[in-house]
């Protein structure tokens, strides 16, 4: 029987994005080591595809509902560890209590491995997640940023660790989709076109793109922006686009699985986040060859390097917005910008290499 690895992701999948995959090619990596994969998520995943490729693989989906009352969730979770005596547990993105529950749980059924990984920059005014995570064999941050937001809340430093996550496959641009997907989102052939991935959460800071946009729109009449990632039918931003003036110029892809083609369709990243642990998004927009303006937040720094693969800016409006001018009017660099970002991207952001290192280093 081949030993369990059972992923405690706390997640809705809404579409086959960066993690999904990440979590498919992992999956495959330890089937290779000898285990067998088990994942859980709190709904059934959207992607077909997506659930099809983890068939294939041989993983097993577990739909456990963490998120509601949490004497009923804890039994749940009791539950499923004792059924299935994983011999290590990888958590992504838990709700506390399950944090504080896993290291009792984990040595009473012989798990040999309790891991963290770490996809978001943790509040120092959580003193609780201190407590619990000290209990676990490692924590791995996705960014040094994450790291250093672990080690401000004393969390033990000889179990930290970063790792940076990936993408797979080889990335080119493509000049059909770029006019196909233009041609479907009603984009002019002629259009500057600046796009940024993110769901429809204020920590993303579409609305800071939005403002700044608002702000440079009349002077750069070519410029749109593409939105990938926001349901228009269920956000209330597009009504927001449309109250400064922006609605005409500003399309919404939608929530896609493999989002990142539409980025065939773009001249220039934008990540406007308010917080970030690292980006998918912005390897996506590496990996075509994009120039990146991002804002200066957690992970983000890591990925762009001032001056030579993009642009750091303060995520503010106003910040955005003068960074925005000066890039707009700079064209003549972005080639350069985009080579370079790709190079990096190759150097330190591809998923295969990670994937192996993270399997040979950790379980």
């Given at each position: 029987m081949k030993r369990v690895i059972l992923h405690l992701t706390g997640m809705h999948s809404l579409k086959y994005g960066g993690v999904e995959r990440y979590l498919l090619e992992l999956a495959k990596s330890s089937a290779r080591h000898g285990y067998r994969t088990i994942i859980q998520y709190e709904s059934y995943p959207r992607s077909t595809a997506y659930v099809q490729e983890l068939t294939d693989a041989g993983c097993e989906l577990v739909i456990l509902e963490t998120g509601s009352s949490v004497m009923k969730s804890t039994l749940s979770v009791v539950g499923l560890i004792r059924s299935i005596k994983p011999e290590i547990i990888q958590t992504h993105f838990v709700r506390g209590y399950i944090y504080i529950l896993l290291p009792l749980l984990a040595r009473l059924v012989g798990t040999r491995k309790l891991l963290a990984l770490i996809h978001s920059v943790q509040d120092n005014r959580r003193a609780w997640r201190r407590f619990a995570l000290n209990h676990f064999d490692q924590i791995i941050g996705v960014s040094r940023g994450v790291v250093a937001s672990l080690l401000a809340i004393k969390t033990k430093p000889e179990i930290v660790s970063h790792h940076y996550l990936g993408l797979f496959g080889e990335r080119t641009r493509s000049q059909k989709d770029r006019e196909s997907f233009r041609n479907m989102l009603g984009i002019p052939r002629n259009a500057i076109v600046i796009a940024c991935i993110a769901f429809d959460s204020p920590i993303k800071g579409v609305d800071i793109l939005l403002d700044a946009f608002a702000e440079i729109s009349k002077q750069f009449p070519l410029a749109h922006l593409l939105s990938i990632g926001i349901d228009p039918l269920q956000s209330s931003l597009p009504r927001v686009a449309e109250h400064l003036g922006i609605g005409k110029c500003t399309h919404w892809a939608g929530l896609l699985d493999e989002g990142w083609k539409y980025l065939n369709a773009a001249d220039l990243y934008v990540q406007p986040s308010r917080s970030e642990a690292i980006s998918f998004a912005v390897m996506e927009a590496m990996s075509l060859r994009?120039?990146?303006?991002?804002?200066?937040?957690?992970?983000?720094?890591?990925?762009?390097?001032?001056?030579?693969?993009?642009?750091?800016?303060?995520?503010?409006?106003?910040?955005?917005?003068?960074?925005?001018?000066?890039?707009?009017?700079?064209?003549?660099?972005?080639?350069?910008?985009?080579?370079?970002?790709f190079l990096r991207y190759r150097t330190h952001f591809k998923g295969e290499s990670s994937v192996q290192a993270f399997v040979e280093t950790y379980y």
């Amino acid at each position: 029987m081949k030993r369990v690895i059972l992923h405690l992701t706390g997640m809705h999948s809404l579409k086959y994005g960066g993690v999904e995959r990440y979590l498919l090619e992992l999956a495959k990596s330890s089937a290779r080591h000898g285990y067998r994969t088990i994942i859980q998520y709190e709904s059934y995943p959207r992607s077909t595809a997506y659930v099809q490729e983890l068939t294939d693989a041989g993983c097993e989906l577990v739909i456990l509902e963490t998120g509601s009352s949490v004497m009923k969730s804890t039994l749940s979770v009791v539950g499923l560890i004792r059924s299935i005596k994983p011999e290590i547990i990888q958590t992504h993105f838990v709700r506390g209590y399950i944090y504080i529950l896993l290291p009792l749980l984990a040595r009473l059924v012989g798990t040999r491995k309790l891991l963290a990984l770490i996809h978001s920059v943790q509040d120092n005014r959580r003193a609780w997640r201190r407590f619990a995570l000290n209990h676990f064999d490692q924590i791995i941050g996705v960014s040094r940023g994450v790291v250093a937001s672990l080690l401000a809340i004393k969390t033990k430093p000889e179990i930290v660790s970063h790792h940076y996550l990936g993408l797979f496959g080889e990335r080119t641009r493509s000049q059909k989709d770029r006019e196909s997907f233009r041609n479907m989102l009603g984009i002019p052939r002629n259009a500057i076109v600046i796009a940024c991935i993110a769901f429809d959460s204020p920590i993303k800071g579409v609305d800071i793109l939005l403002d700044a946009f608002a702000e440079i729109s009349k002077q750069f009449p070519l410029a749109h922006l593409l939105s990938i990632g926001i349901d228009p039918l269920q956000s209330s931003l597009p009504r927001v686009a449309e109250h400064l003036g922006i609605g005409k110029c500003t399309h919404w892809a939608g929530l896609l699985d493999e989002g990142w083609k539409y980025l065939n369709a773009a001249d220039l990243y934008v990540q406007p986040s308010r917080s970030e642990a690292i980006s998918f998004a912005v390897m996506e927009a590496m990996s075509l060859r994009l120039p990146v303006i991002a804002t200066r937040v957690g992970g983000l720094p890591e990925i762009v390097v001032e001056n030579e693969t993009g642009y750091l800016v303060a995520p503010t409006p106003l910040a955005l917005a003068e960074v925005l001018r000066a890039t707009l009017r700079r064209q003549q660099e972005w080639k350069t910008l985009g080579e370079a970002a790709f190079l990096r991207y190759r150097t330190h952001f591809k998923g295969e290499s990670s994937v192996q290192a993270f399997v040979e280093t950790y379980y």
